[in-house]
């Protein structure tokens, strides 16, 4: 049987590795536009490639078809096979990473695991569609096509890839009657509706809370790094994805509490002794200036310093809630997930096309989105382990 998988991205080269380590003889084929399979690898978890986590909550991914994908066992699952293709993973925390902690040895060691069994890597093959045959289905390039018994597509989404370049795979899906889930950037910066532009550059530690529509939604502690123009970092890659997944909402707010570990009485107390520290503002002993002044101003607090006692509780009030207005989410040259994708309404449990005869898929072009912390390879993975033991 000839297996045609279109892309040689993350989840393809996991399924081609479980193809060959089934049986050697499998005759697999990996199609792709890049001329280096696995390039996605090469930029996941900042060059260390966060493979997979070992706790799943409720929030990790965006609906139940995907969870159930996921399954109980995931992480396990995955460092289990990757033994077999000769891989040892480390925990950091829950989070699982190549022994190495690089995603360059790691994609190294894939792609010699399926060299030495002859693997076909098919590079800068750009393609433009593919159809039923009575040979089998036909992949077509511009200058050249493929014929296969089945097709994997795990073509990936639109997050932080050069469209120019290659033709776009949900545009063609859409020719063949798939339907597809609104596509839209996830795990991304944000813009809000405040101007942050003197917070630019600066970082802040703290409890993040996500609220939609007054709702508080999510909640976790992280960095919060500020742009020109609005917030990044990993709790708010995180609450953006988390707003992508709303249809319909008013308004989606972050909270900030800047001094988890302190009650607000806590930090009335500081703030009324730093006061008559200094003639400076008492938030200076607290704060960077530039936060210090914007609390300041958030707080609506008149004076510059040597506050009230009810200054300094509007003060404390905004230290433990200091909100920010989602205005609209950075594009997918920012992104690291795709939310939205082909629906699973098209798809077999077994994620078999019910629209066309040996047509699988596999990986982000789905509609699956999870967190930051490995859910979205361990996705690309699980979802090729369910295909192959189906194929
Ligand atoms: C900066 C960044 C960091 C990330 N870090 C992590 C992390 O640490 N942990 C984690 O779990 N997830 C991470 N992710 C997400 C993760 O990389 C993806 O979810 C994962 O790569 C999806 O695998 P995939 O196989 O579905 O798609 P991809 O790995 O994107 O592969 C799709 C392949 O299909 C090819 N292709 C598409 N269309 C065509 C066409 N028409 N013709 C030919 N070839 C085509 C593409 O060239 C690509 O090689 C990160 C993402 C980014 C952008």
Not at 114 to 121: H, Q, V
Not at 155 to 182: A, C, D, E, V, W
Not at 326 to 349: C, P, R, W
């Amino acid at each position: 049987m000839k297996i045609g998988i279109i892309g040689s991205g993350c989840s393809a080269i996991y399924l081609a590795c479980i193809l060959k380590a089934k049986d050697f003889k499998n005759d697999v084929s990996l199609l792709d536009i890049n001329f280096i399979p696995g390039k996605k690898f090469l930029i996941t978890g900042n060059g260390r490639c966060n493979l997979a986590n070992t706790l799943v909550t409720n929030d990790s991914y965006n609906n139940d078809q995907t969870k159930k994908i996921i399954g109980n066992t995931p992480a396990k699952d995955i460092i289990s096979f990757l033994g077999e293709v000769g891989i040892l993973t480390r925990d950091l925390g829950n989070l699982i990473y190549p022994f190495s902690l690089s995603a360059q040895d790691y994609l190294s060691q894939l792609i010699r695991f399926l060299k030495e069994r002859n693997t076909k890597f098919i590079n800068d093959f750009n393609v433009l569609d593919y159809q039923e045959t009575n040979k089998g289905v036909k992949i077509i390039g511009k200058e050249k096509c493929y014929v296969f018994d089945k097709v994997i597509i795990a073509t990936g989404g639109l997050s932080k890839i050069n469209l120019k370049q290659r033709t776009n795979m949900f545009n063609i899906l859409k020719t063949h009657k798939y339907s597809i889930s609104p596509v839209k950037p996830g795990l991304n910066p944000i813009k809000s509706i405040e101007n942050v532009k003197s917070l630019e550059n600066l970082r802040a530690k703290g409890d993040v809370k996500l609220f939609i529509d007054n709702k508080e939604i999510y909640k976790e502690s992280g960095e919060v790094q500020f742009k020109k123009d609005g917030l990044s970092g990993i709790a708010i890659f995180n609450c953006s994805s988390l707003i992508a997944r709303y249809k319909d909402f008013k308004v989606a707010k972050i909270s900030i509490d800047l001094m988890p570990d302190h009650s607000e009485e806590q930090i009335n107390d500081i703030l009324k002794k730093f006061n008559n520290a200094s003639k400076y503002s008492c938030l200076d002993g607290l704060f960077a200036p530039k936060f210090s002044e914007f609390i300041r101003q958030k707080a609506n607090v008149k004076n510059l310093y040597l506050f009230t006692n009810s200054e300094i509780s509007k003060l404390a009030t905004t230290i433990k809630n200091l909100i920010f207005t989602f205005k609209e989410a950075y594009g997918f040259e920012d992104s690291q997930v795709t939310i939205g994708g082909v629906s699973y309404s098209n798809l077999s449990d077994t994620l078999e096309s019910k629209i066309e005869k040996n047509i699988y898929f596999i990986g982000e072009v789905l509609d699956a989105d999870g967190l930051c912390g490995g859910y979205n390879l361990m996705f690309a993975f699980k979802s090729a382990e369910l295909v192959s033991k189906n194929l």
